[in-house]
């Protein structure tokens, strides 16, 4: 791919079966499904057993992230992202409800959307405001990075050079600040 092409990393997740199978399943079939000739995964993670988040909200999760490069811009990503969601059977029907896939845009380039502001303002949310609120436009990089083991920890396996654009921290230093609680029912499957 040329230069034109911009790296992005994007997560996956699901705990409910797809018309295509288990979680795991569905996560590879969806990565298949990504590539095309505007959209290159350069390299994925391992999958993870992860506990559902909020915890207790249901069965535990399966987690990855890929590292892609794309000459598609971020709203353009999101867009296709929601319609391989919708091929392997994803409903919203409320916040953090479980599901097939979640296919998220964790960040692109070292790109900070909208404006610091308003990404200080979406990380800084308290658990009841995160359920309460959901963001009308894309925030980058994605505002809960810092604060989930199931998204950090399959990261590193991509990319443990990638710096936070905000924080100016390591994926290994966020992972490094979390609670051992927050990590120890992680597991490579």
């Known amino acids: ?27 590879t079939a969806a990565l298949r499904e990504l590539e095309c000739d505007s959209l290159e995964i350069l390299k994925i993670s391992n999958f993870y057993s992860t506990p559902a988040f ?18 598609k811009n971020a709203e353009e990503l999101l867009m296709k992202f929601h319609k391989v969601e919708s091929i392997f059977d994803r409903t919203r029907f409320h916040r953090w409800a479980p599901r097939s896939i979640d296919i998220d845009l964790l960040a ?19 658990i009841t405001e995160q359920i309460a609120r959901v ?11 810092q604060d989930r083991a199931f998204v950090l920890i399959p990261f590193v396996d991509v990319s443990e050079n990638w710096v936070h654009p905000v924080f100016k921290k390591s ?18 499957i």
């Open 135 to 145: 963001p009308t436009q894309l925030i980058l990089p994605h505002p809960r990075i």
């Open 108 to 126: 692109f380039e070292d790109r900070i959307y909208p404006s610091k502001s308003e990404f200080l303002k979406w990380s800084n949310l308290t």
């Open 171 to 188: 994926l290994n230093q966020m992972l490094g600040a979390l609670k051992p609680i927050d990590k120890e029912r992680i597991y490579q």
């Open 1 to 27: 791919m040329s230069n034109c092409f911009k790296k992005a990393f994007v997560a996956f997740g699901g705990n409910v079966v797809s018309s295509v199978g288990t979680p795991k399943e569905t996560i």
């Open 54 to 71: 909020p915890l207790g909200s249901g069965p535990d999760f399966v987690n990855a992230v890929a590292s892609i490069q794309t000459d």
